[in-house]
């Protein structure tokens, strides 16, 4: 079974550039999970979405990130325009669903350099 | 939901028995206690979770104090892939978040 896919891998930009990353999930969850990871910390959570619905944003910063899951499977996180404290790793996860015991399951990340 | 303390760094021998410790004692009856693991360059990986009762799997064991205020994840026999950041995290029992600490960062040394 493949896992969560993310890319790219690896991005570099300058400020003030626009910046996407792309996230499929596991095949067959419905809750998929964005977070960002900065430099010696652990990640923190963006956005949850149940199929199609963003359904805690609460950390996301809205002025300018933005996603979207249009039909219920993939995501996209976009970031415009970006600033140097974006840089980070930015990690998509899945689950079956919101259940309490279910296991996220984490790609492998996207790291962003914002030069 | 409930904090949790780790130590930031921990070194092992390989082949011994790693105990990563963690405390949480503001842990409320509905939260579960979850372990992840992140290698390096890797996204985390979930190792195992429990409410109560004591936890084995094929990757560790998870050990919980009985007034569920600390808990202990055992790795047997720890070898060099077993580096990686731990993290201890509880988490509500309905649509709860993973609230990730900074973890215990593990050296298992030849």
């Known amino acids: 079974e493949a896992g969560v896919v993310q890319s790219p891998r690896y991005k570099i930009i300058e400020k003030k550039q626009p910046v996407a990353f792309w996230c499929n999930p596991i095949s067959g969850h419905n809750t998929l999970y964005w977070y960002r990871q900065n430099l010696g910390q652990g990640p923190e959570l963006l956005i949850r979405y149940e199929n199609e619905e963003a359904v805690d944003d609460s950390q996301l910063p809205k002025d300018r990130f933005s996603a979207e899951r249009l039909k219920g499977v993939d995501s996209t996180l976009k970031i415009q325009p970006a600033e140097l404290g974006d840089s980070a790793v930015y990690l998509c996860?899945?689950?079956?669903?919101?259940?309490?015991?279910?296991?996220?399951?984490f790609g492998p990340g996207t790291r962003l350099l914002v030069l | 939901d409930a904090k949790t303390t780790q130590p930031t760094s921990m070194d092992c021998a390989e082949g011994r028995a790693a105990n990563l410790p963690c405390n949480h004692s503001?842990?409320?009856?509905?939260?579960?206690v979850y372990w992840y693991r992140q290698i390096h360059s890797q996204g985390p990986q979930y190792i195992i979770h429990g409410l109560k009762n004591n936890e084995t799997n094929e990757m560790a064991s998870l050990i919980i104090t009985e007034d569920r205020k600390s808990s202990t994840l055992i790795l047997p026999h720890a070898t060099l892939r077993d580096t990686a950041v731990y993290y201890c995290i509880v988490r509500v029992a309905m649509g709860g978040k993973l609230i990730f600490g900074q973890g215990t960062e593990l050296s298992v040394k030849p």
């Open positions: 503001t842990i409320s009856g509905n939260e579960y």
């Open positions: 996860a899945s689950s079956p669903n919101q259940d309490s015991q279910e296991t996220q399951y």
